[in-house]
Nanobody, 123 residues
Framework: QVQLVESGGGLVQTGGSLRLSCAAS????????MAWFRQAPGKEREFAAG???????TYADSVKGRFTISRDNAKSTVYLQMNSLKPEDTAVYYC?????????????????WGQGTQVTVSS
């Protein structure tokens, strides 16, 4: 069993930055692929960024070049550094985990989810 707790969301102006953190409990973090998803009001949950067990990163086109995902296995934590934020980045951001090597881009591919953290970008 893995429990995920996100933090770091908030209100920021267009062009600003935020860093999200996701702390995982349990002993399987190092064997899990991790990802960040986001869900805006009235929209489906969408993949934002993923990182494999070995540190290979993948990004949605909408965030590529602005967001960076990283992981610290010693701290059982995954991060999402978000720069050059836009109003369309406003959403609830969720951390997700699955015990496989590479992170799928479908939400259905994950076994564990955090409770989400709100990110609001004002124009």
């Amino acid at each position: 069993q893995v429990q995920l707790v996100e933090s770091g969301g908030g209100l920021v102006q267009t062009g600003g930055s935020l860093r999200l953190s996701c702390a995982a409990s349990g002993r399987t973090f190092s064997s899990a692929a991790m990802a960040w998803f986001r869900q805006a009001p009235g929209k489906e949950r969408e993949f934002a960024a993923g990182i494999s067990r070995g540190g290979r990163r993948t990004y949605a086109d909408s965030v590529k070049g602005r967001f960076t995902i990283s992981r610290d296995n010693a701290k059982s934590t995954v991060y999402l550094q978000m720069n050059s934020l836009k109003p369309e980045d406003t959403a609830v951001y969720y951390c997700a985990a699955v015990t496989r090597q590479y992170p799928p881009e479908s939400a259905g591919g994950y076994d564990y989810w955090g409770q989400g953290t709100q990110v609001t970008v004002s124009s």
